[in-house]
């Protein structure tokens, strides 16, 4: 059985820089969720609010552009990988993730462009942040 220690927890949001409608970044949210259930996690789903405008009735609507994921700690580096490389083939797109475990946080953002030495470096450093043994 897994413990919460063993269990990285993330929100992850697409901010999108060029002007496109809700259901253009609902579908690619959806897109990049089914890319993210190939990958090896525990779990994806999309991200509730619970934002009302005044005199409508209290709903659960989906955020649009937003994921949460929990990943295994060792499966982290993985993850972290794959947005850096769906951020730089959907350019036009910021992913920005807060990573938490247990008490620990740290956001990242992506794109960022960087070679295989500094993205070991960048990985290295969000494993540290987060602690890797309690």
Known sequence: ???????????????????????????????????????????????????????????DPITLGALGIVVLQAAL?????????????????IIKIKAQRGERSIEVEYPKTMTADEAEKHIKMVLDTLGKHD
Do not use: C, Y
Request: proline share 4%.
């Open 1 to 59: 059985m897994l413990s919460q220690s063993d269990t990285v927890n993330l929100t992850l949001h697409i901010e999108v820089q060029d002007n496109i409608d809700p259901d253009e970044l609902d579908q690619l949210t959806r897109h990049l969720m089914s890319e993210l259930e190939e990958l090896d996690i525990e779990s994806v789903t999309f991200l509730r609010g619970s934002a009302t405008q005044p005199g409508e009735k209290a709903v």
């Open 77 to 93: 580096p993985k993850l972290l990988e794959f947005m850096q490389a769906w951020s730089l083939r959907n350019v036009s797109h």
